[in-house]
């Protein structure tokens, strides 16, 4: 094509000039054919230099990811990492380091994504730590712990042992997903007729439901939750009503927990307030359930609480969430710069070759920054070298989603061989 033109343009002063700026494009071309590849190979090496392995044997997490780890979070007071709900590996993750943690540096307290008033059970003495006995729980109350599963329970108990924390060790921070803990206490404390009736009639009509739960697949769990698809926020308003309970009493907090919830899921399925709204909610409650426990910690102890969050993606990416609000994640962020410390944030993200497992859709997801690893290990990905690369936006293959990650979080924690868990292990946590 090129040669084509010459030779019409052959004899013209005007040949002079587009050879000139032939020469020219392809000059910039080359040049920019050879940035990109000085940035692919810069980004390669980074990857290279910033993979650790980390190993699991014996009920312990070893090799240069959790060194690597170990020394970043020295000096820090939260740790934030982040689940994806239903994997089988990340509780087992969590429970190791929370052991080095508490050794190393003093952690002694875990954030889960479960309410705050299921938790108080679990922190009781007695209960605290005993694993058959937090799983019979599950058991009588299974949509009350948001994350019922058998590894989640393991390490609840197992953190519950070690810390050796006088105050509770495990902070609910989520709203009330599950409707039957707090329909028992209330009857227990129930004192007219009217209130009595009511209640046995929303629970009857909860425990319909939220018993399936461990007769579903983990897809269809949303199917056992009373309150997401009821969303009955007047229902709870009339409960409040014939209760009349004293302002400020336990009673009004759990009622209007259950008002809270049942707004924020109508919310989500679209209805007013919206799903915004809702969501924001949502997070403000995880906040200032956060801020509850850790003012309690404070003033009791005289101590500021090292603590490890584990709750989705969504709630501790640093900044603005994927809903648009700010996050619970973002806001420890900023409370421990206030306090003269800083945060450590770990984005978990599990992968399987498997093309029936439900984590390989997510294989290629950060191909840039993972095709180089192991697919069948556990490898951390310090992300924060990635930070300072200049030329890597202007890479191909890098999106605004791998931009996001790389300024958000400070670690990719790559689970590979990834699985889910079975909802129905927990039932054998009890034999």
Not at 183 to 204: F, G, K, M, Y
Not at 254 to 274: F, M, V
Not at 360 to 384: A, C, E, M, R
């Amino acid at each position: 094509m090129i040669s084509q033109l010459l030779n019409l343009l052959r004899g013209s002063v005007m040949a002079g000039v587009f050879i000139s700026c032939l020469s020219v494009a392809l000059l910039i071309e080359y040049t920019l054919a050879r940035h990109e590849n000085k940035a692919e190979e810069q980004l390669t090496i980074l990857v290279q230099v910033n993979a650790f392995v980390i190993t699991y044997e014996n009920g312990k997490l070893s090799g240069p990811g959790v060194d690597h780890l170990l020394n970043s979070i020295e000096g820090s007071q939260f740790l934030a990492i982040s689940e994806p709900h239903g994997n089988r590996e990340l509780p087992v993750i969590a429970a190791s380091l929370f052991s080095k943690l508490q050794t190393r540096y003093g952690y002694g307290y875990l954030v889960v994504e479960n309410g705050p008033f299921i938790m108080e059970y679990v922190n009781k003495p007695g209960i605290r730590g005993n694993l058959r006995k937090i799983a019979n729980l599950a058991i009588k109350y299974p949509m009350s712990f948001h994350m019922n599963f058998a590894e989640e329970l393991k390490m609840i108990a197992a953190i519950g042992r070690i810390s050796d924390a006088e105050e509770p060790v495990v902070w609910g921070v989520d709203q009330v997903t599950g409707s039957l803990h707090l329909l028992d206490r209330l009857l227990e404390s129930a004192s007219n007729e009217q209130a009595v009736d009511l209640l046995h009639q929303i629970r009857n009509d909860a425990a319909e439901m939220e018993l399936l739960r461990f007769k579903l697949p983990i897809h269809q769990t949303g199917r056992a939750a009373f309150l997401g698809v009821h969303a009955d926020v007047e229902r709870f308003e009339t409960l409040k009503d014939v209760f009349q309970p004293r302002e400020g009493s336990v009673e009004e907090i759990w009622i209007d927990a259950l008002i809270h919830t049942s707004r924020i899921y109508r919310g989500q399925q679209g209805k007013e307030p919206g799903s915004y709204i809702s969501n924001s909610e949502r997070e403000l409650w995880m906040k200032k359930q956060f801020i509850n426990h850790y003012r309690r910690v404070e003033q009791n102890s005289g101590e500021k609480p090292k603590v490890i969050l584990k709750l989705g993606h969504n709630h501790l990416v640093r900044g603005i969430n994927y809903t648009g609000i700010p996050s619970l994640g973002n806001y420890v962020s900023e409370f421990s710069v206030y306090n003269d410390t800083y945060s450590v944030h770990i984005y978990v993200h599990p992968i399987s070759e498997n093309p029936e497992s439900p984590y390989y859709g997510l294989l290629n997801q950060f191909t840039p920054l993972t095709k180089h690893i192991n697919n069948n290990q556990w490898t951390l990905i310090d992300l924060k070298p990635f930070r300072s690369h200049r030329s890597l936006p202007q890479l191909p293959e890098i999106t605004d989603e791998h931009l996001d990650l790389i300024h958000a979080w400070d670690y990719l924690l790559v689970i590979g061989n990834a699985a889910l868990t079975n909802p129905a292990d927990v039932v054998r946590l009890t034999k």
